[in-house]
């Protein structure tokens, strides 16, 4: 059998009944054909079977059809039902029968054998025959494909993708052009044929791309380079293209390939400008930029959060967030929150603390940075400097202080007059006493002198007569009586006088307000007594304290607080005129309620329209005549009282009058800087 | 300036003091005992409203900040019901509106708490001397 041409994995499928009646049995047929090679499979079937079910044709070699079974008509039958499934048909006759085969040739058998003496060899032969030109038939027809396939390919390349191709010749004329080109060039292919590359190709791009140099350096073999080729229509990029130039052949025909990339340059130059915008706002803007990683470390900071903690650039990044800020400050737990849940946090005032150790009030609001997915990558905080606002702040409280102070001190002048008038006139008038006294007291001397003189009755007598006689004179009876008056209404006086200027010490002290625990009743009682001074012509004042705890808060911006209340409640209630029947009453009110202390102060005053209500705290609004008030009172007040994390509101009814209630919060813990300014060293209260 | 200048002719003339505070009404009836005046002594605008409704008068000295009416307004009504009388305003200051309204009713410059005795006594006779010369 070495004489047979051996092929190797071959499949071979026997189609047969499963009985005496075939042609050849299904082992033999296994002995004889496993012999044409190696590996060879041999599977049997019964004609019933749908072979197209189990069979792959491509990956059959052989469809053996063992004619034994039946009758004629059956073989032809299944001939028919086979032909065409792909692999070659050999049929297997059980004896010779030339008409029966040429029937089978003609049903489409592509070989018949004869079962005879040289059965095995005819077998094999007929089977490798058979065998090797179908296989060489697949081959054939895979490389067609592969062609084919190829073809296309080419055609998808040249005519259908999005790039212009351009085949140059060695002396730099195009050879060929695919359509986009075509178009890029505006040339039809024939009309860019022939002509020199420097011609058909758009000048700009040439120029731009260094077309020439380009094909040039790929003819000699350099290595392929890219080049991004960019033309405007005046400012606007207009087209862009990415050209390759890639040597073809030994004649030096060269391919170029150009890319369009307008849209990408486009979006790049986009990318591009809208990063070089939020550089330039992130490192221009006027707020402190520092971006947190959520290791709480620092991993961007722009410039003016470098001047703002006084750290030269760059210093900040990898410095652990929590070292730029007081400990416990609020602005570090603000901003571990965001850290931790992604929270948002907005306009929170905080301290940062800069390297030489100064605090530097800020406002923060600070977001998660977060990644595509959502997942929190860090936190953005952006600080506003609030310094100077500070300041500001400071130097508006203290103007309106003296706004106030001076409104006041015009009130309290007029009830100072008031008695220093009497005092400074009874005084006046004591004198002229004392001189008409002088008149009495001679004449008891010269009446003592007369009696111890040994003077006689009517001597005495005489000098009694001259002492009645000046005591009428001066009308010593009403002199006595007076006299008692003039002192005592003076004393009064100075009385009165002390009690005004106890309660004003209070106000002389506003400039060194530090933090202290104070008792709110006492705060307002002082600052009552001196508005109630100037207005007790025209208010009763009820005063309805409860027990309240002592709070820590500023006391001296508590008063101012109460006093520019007492005076707009006064200052209604004055406004209503003089027809009024209803006596002007103001009355104050606290009670401990809510964690704290709330503060209320009504009058009956005119009230505020309604169209006011909303502004009154203002700053600057007044309704007040130009001159007497200067708006800030009650944006003042709020201010102060926000700062003490209270709450201060308004209710009114014009004709009925108005009512402010203050909330103030007892904050045991609360440091420095929430009630504002710089912390101070808390001296010995006591020594006040 | 010994003694009152209008004695010869004329009786005693009519003097009305407002003042809220009846420590200054007594401390001016105190100054002004020797000076031959009629004193009548008003408590508040009320009061002094009684007297003008009662009785001539020559001269009204009223303080300006009262409670229910300001001594500007009393002098206003004073005009009204008694032109001929002289109208004094005396101030312990506090008022800002003051100046305003002294042009409007044409009423001399205000004598100021504390005041002196000689210049109370000299611009009461001036005053009167005035209103007795038109």
Known sequence: MAAHPHVEAVRILVVGEADESRAASASEFERVLGRIGDGVEIESRSPHEDLAKDFVPDRLDLLVIDGGFGPQAAVLRQLDRLAGFGPPLLVVLPRADDELALRCFRAGADQCVCVGPDFADVLCEAALELIGDWRAERERGRVEKHVEWLEGLNDAIVNRLPAALVVVAADDAVVSVNPEASRLFSLSPSQAQGRALSQVCPEALYRDAALGDLVASARRGDPPQARRARLYDGERLSRAYDVQAQKLDVEGRVLLVLNEVTASERQAERIDELQRYNANLIQNMNSALVVVGPDARIQFANPMAERLLGRSPGELVGLAIADCFAPEDTGLSLLTRALETGERVQGAECALVARDGCAVPVGVSCSPLRDAPGRTRGAVAVFQDLSEIKQLERQVVQNEKMASIGQLAAGVAHEINNPVGFIHANLFQLGEYLQDLEGVFDGVEALQQVIAGGGDAAAVAEASQSLQGVAEKIALDYLRGDLRKAVEESQEGTERIRHIVRDLRGFSRADNDRSALADINECIDSTANIVWTMSRHAVTLVRDYGEVPRLRCRPMQIKQVVMNLLLNACQAIVERGADCDVPGEVRVRTRARDGGVWIEIRDNGVGIPPEVQARIFDPFFTTKDVGSGTGLGLSTSYGIVERHRGEIRAASEPGIGTSFEVFLPNQTNTDEAVVGGAPQPTPDEGAR | ?134
Do not use: N
């Open chain 2, 1 to 134: 300036m010994a003694g009152p200048m209008f004695t010869t002719q004329e009786e005693a003339a009519t003097l009305l003091i407002v003042d809220d505070e009846p420590h200054i009404l007594s401390a001016m009836r105190r100054s002004l005992r020797h000076e031959g005046y009629e004193l009548l002594l008003a408590q508040g605008p009320v009061a002094a409203l009684d007297w003008l409704d009662q009785r001539r008068i020559d001269l009204v000295l009223c303080d300006q900040m009262m409670p229910g009416m300001r001594g500007v307004q009393l002098l206003g009504e004073v005009a009204r019901m008694q032109p001929g009388a002289a109208r004094l305003l005396i101030t312990g200051g506090g008022d800002d509106r003051l100046d305003r309204d002294l042009d409007r009713l044409g009423l001399p410059e205000p004598l100021t708490k504390p005041w002196e005795d000689a210049e109370l006594k000299e611009t009461l006779r001036k005053a009167l001397a005035q209103v007795r010369s038109d």
